[in-house]
C-alpha cells in the first residue's frame, strides 16, 4: 500500500509552527519552560507586598527617630534642661491636642501659606517670561544670567534692611522674599527645558517654515515641560521658607508661622515650638507633593521619569 504523504505541514515542523524533528515539542530549558507554561500573576497578587515595600522603609526610619527622641529627652537631658526638646507625646498634648493651641498655630500657618503662594504665583510668571526671552535671543541670556546668579548668591538676610526700608515690614515685604528665594530655580530649569529640544526637530519645524511662535509652542515647550515641573517642585520649598523667614524678621500684619517660632522660642515654649516646627515642614511637604501630583496629571502619560511623591 502506498503512503500519503502528510501535505498540511512540512516535514519536521509542528502544528504551532515551531520546528521539531518527530512532531513532538522541542526541549527547553527550565527557565524557558516555566516562561512559557506558567501562568501569569493575577491582577493586584503583588499589591499588599508593593504597598508593604514602599511603606515599611519609612515607618521603621520613623519609629527609629522617635525611639532617639525618647533616648535624648528621657536620658541625655537633664531634668531641668528637658524644656530643649520636650518627649513627643508631651508634644503632641499640649501642641496637637489643646485646641487653643493647635487652633493659633493653624492661622499662623493659613497667614504663611497665602504669603507663599502670592510669592510663588508672581516668581512663576516672572521666571517663565524671563526665561522664554532668554530662549529666544542669545543677547538676553547673556543680560539676564549674570543677575539671575546674582539674586541667587545674595544672602536673604543682608538684605532684609533694604526690604523693610523699601516695602515695609507687612505682608508685601514677605512677599519680596518668597519671590527672590524662588525665582532663580524656575529661570534656570525652564530655560534648561527650552533649550533641551533635539537639533534634528528644531530642523524639521524649519523645514516645514514653521515660525517661532509655533516652534516655541509645539516644540519647546512640550520638550521643557519636565525640567519646568523639576523647578516649580524646588521653588514651591523655596517659597514656604521665604515666607517664614520673612514673617519672621517682618513683624507687622497678621502673625504668620515664623512669628509664633520666635514667640515660642523666646518664652522657652518647646511643645508648641516643635509644634510650629512640625506644621512647617508638613506645609513644605504637601506643597511639593501637590506640585508632584499636577506634574503627573500633565507629563506623567507620556514622561519616561517617575515622579516621587
Given at each position: 500500500?502506498?503512503?500519503?504523504?502528510?501535505?498540511?505541514?512540512?516535514?519536521?515542523?509542528?502544528l504551532d509552527g515551531r520546528p521539531g524533528?518527530?512532531?513532538?515539542?522541542?526541549?527547553?530549558?527550565?527557565?524557558?519552560?516555566?516562561?512559557?507554561?506558567?501562568?501569569?500573576?493575577?491582577?493586584?497578587?503583588?499589591?499588599?507586598?508593593?504597598?508593604?515595600?514602599?511603606?515599611?522603609?519609612?515607618?521603621?526610619?520613623?519609629?527609629?527617630?522617635?525611639?532617639?527622641?525618647?533616648?535624648?529627652?528621657?536620658?541625655?537631658?537633664?531634668?531641668?534642661?528637658?524644656?530643649?526638646?520636650?518627649?513627643?507625646?508631651?508634644?503632641?498634648?499640649?501642641?496637637?491636642?489643646?485646641?487653643?493651641?493647635?487652633?493659633?498655630?493653624?492661622?499662623?500657618?493659613?497667614?504663611?501659606?497665602?504669603?507663599?503662594?502670592?510669592?510663588?504665583?508672581?516668581?512663576?510668571?516672572?521666571?517663565?517670561?524671563?526665561?522664554?526671552?532668554?530662549?529666544?535671543a542669545k543677547m538676553v541670556e547673556r543680560?539676564?544670567?549674570?543677575?539671575?546668579?546674582?539674586?541667587?548668591?545674595?544672602?536673604?538676610?543682608?538684605?532684609?534692611?533694604?526690604?523693610?526700608?523699601?516695602?515695609?515690614?507687612?505682608?508685601?515685604?514677605?512677599?519680596?522674599?518668597?519671590?527672590?528665594?524662588?525665582?532663580?530655580?524656575?529661570?534656570?530649569?525652564?530655560?534648561?527645558?527650552?533649550?533641551?529640544?533635539?537639533?534634528?526637530?528644531?530642523?524639521?519645524?524649519?523645514?516645514?517654515?514653521?515660525?517661532?511662535?509655533?516652534?516655541?509652542?509645539?516644540?519647546?515647550?512640550?520638550?521643557?515641560?519636565?525640567?519646568?515641573?523639576?523647578?516649580?517642585?524646588?521653588?514651591?520649598?523655596?517659597?514656604?521658607?521665604?515666607?517664614?523667614?520673612?514673617?519672621?524678621?517682618?513683624?507687622?500684619?497678621?502673625?504668620?508661622?515664623?512669628?509664633?517660632?520666635?514667640?515660642?522660642?523666646?518664652?522657652?515654649?518647646?511643645?508648641?515650638?516643635?509644634?510650629?516646627?512640625?506644621?512647617?515642614?508638613?506645609?513644605?511637604?504637601?506643597?511639593?507633593?501637590?506640585?508632584?501630583?499636577?506634574?503627573?496629571?500633565?507629563?506623567?502619560?507620556?514622561?519616561?521619569?517617575?515622579?516621587?511623591?
Amino acid at each position: 500500500m502506498t503512503t500519503i504523504p502528510d501535505v498540511t505541514r512540512p516535514a519536521g515542523e509542528e502544528l504551532d509552527g515551531r520546528p521539531g524533528s518527530d512532531g513532538q515539542s522541542p526541549d527547553l530549558a527550565p527557565e524557558e519552560d516555566a516562561l512559557v507554561h506558567t501562568p501569569g500573576p493575577l491582577p493586584g497578587a503583588s499589591r499588599p507586598k508593593t504597598l508593604a515595600r514602599l511603606a515599611l522603609p519609612p515607618v521603621v526610619l520613623g519609629g527609629a527617630l522617635m525611639g532617639l527622641w525618647y533616648l535624648i529627652s528621657y536620658v541625655l537631658l537633664e531634668p531641668h534642661r528637658r524644656f530643649l526638646l520636650q518627649p513627643p507625646h508631651q508634644v503632641a498634648e499640649v501642641g496637637f491636642l489643646d485646641w487653643d493651641n493647635y487652633s493659633r498655630i493653624l492661622k499662623a500657618l493659613w497667614n504663611s501659606t497665602q504669603v507663599a503662594l502670592i510669592g510663588l504665583g508672581i516668581a512663576i510668571t516672572i521666571g517663565l517670561i524671563l526665561a522664554t526671552m532668554m530662549s529666544q535671543a542669545k543677547m538676553v541670556e547673556r543680560a539676564v544670567f549674570p543677575f539671575a546668579v546674582t539674586l541667587q548668591a545674595i544672602p536673604i538676610l543682608a538684605i532684609v534692611p533694604l526690604i523693610g526700608f523699601w516695602w515695609g515690614y507687612g505682608t508685601t515685604a514677605r512677599v519680596i522674599v518668597c519671590i527672590i528665594i524662588s525665582l532663580f530655580p524656575i529661570i534656570m530649569n525652564t530655560l534648561f527645558g527650552l533649550q533641551s529640544a533635539e537639533r534634528g526637530m528644531h530642523d524639521l519645524f524649519t523645514l516645514h517654515h514653521a515660525n517661532r511662535l509655533t516652534r516655541l509652542r509645539k516644540l519647546m515647550f512640550p520638550c521643557a515641560l519636565p525640567a519646568v515641573f523639576a523647578g516649580l517642585r524646588i521653588s514651591a520649598g523655596l517659597s514656604v521658607i521665604g515666607a517664614i523667614v520673612g514673617d519672621f524678621f517682618f513683624g507687622k500684619g497678621e502673625a504668620g508661622i515664623g512669628q509664633l517660632l520666635r514667640r515660642y522660642a523666646n518664652l522657652l515654649d518647646g511643645e508648641q515650638l516643635l509644634t510650629a516646627v512640625i506644621m512647617s515642614s508638613a506645609l513644605g511637604v504637601v506643597v511639593f507633593w501637590t506640585f508632584g501630583w499636577i506634574q503627573k496629571l500633565v507629563i506623567g502619560k507620556w514622561h519616561e521619569t517617575e515622579v516621587l511623591g
